[in-house]
């Protein structure tokens, strides 16, 4: 019996994903601050994370839930380190360890008139193992999942900074 077949190539597909927002809260510098200062705090704002879990102090690893369809699906993990200054009132965290992504960015606070302007930064790239001809496509989804997770997250943010 003679068959031809494509084998599908299965290649890593590198993402990048990049985001910097700013805006603003009627909240004091001081609740905004506590809330992005303490992680598990501010991830629990995070939509669709599976598992944030403290590796060291201020080391963690983040597993988020499977997403994409029944047949293609992909889960993003990834480590980092933060740190923080609470007279200058930023946050940061830097990729380490494994997993199949790694990101680096920053929360930075300025208190004004009517709150705190906080500035956001994410940069970093997923890395998914998945056939050539996907690779368009699935770095719409990807990078659209992103943005839907991180509008939803400051949208949970605002709430509660509100509520402080």
């Not at 200062?37 to 598992?51: G, L, W, Y």
């Not at 494994?98 to 997923?126: K, P, Y």
Request: some cysteine.
């Amino acid at each position: 019996m003679d068959r031809t077949c494509k084998e599908e190539v299965v290649v890593s597909l590198i993402i990048p994903i990049s985001v910097v927002r700013d805006f603003e809260s009627r909240a004091s510098i001081d609740s905004v601050y506590r809330i992005l200062a303490d992680i598990p705090t501010s991830v629990r704002h995070f939509p669709k994370v599976e598992e944030l879990m403290e590796l060291d102090t201020d080391r963690y690893r983040w597993r988020m839930e499977k997403m994409g369809s029944k047949n293609r699906f992909f889960q993003i993990q990834y480590q980092s380190v933060y740190r923080r200054n609470s007279e200058e009132k930023w946050v940061r965290w830097e990729p380490i360890g494994e997993g199949n992504a790694s990101f680096r960015g920053c929360w930075e606070l300025q208190a004004t008139d009517n709150g705190t302007r906080i500035h956001f930064e994410n940069e970093g790239h997923v890395e998914l193992p998945f056939p050539r001809v996907t690779r368009r496509l699935l770095s719409t989804f990807v990078e659209r999942q992103f943005e839907q997770l991180l509008e939803e997250y400051i949208a949970n943010l605002q709430r509660s900074f509100s509520n402080s």
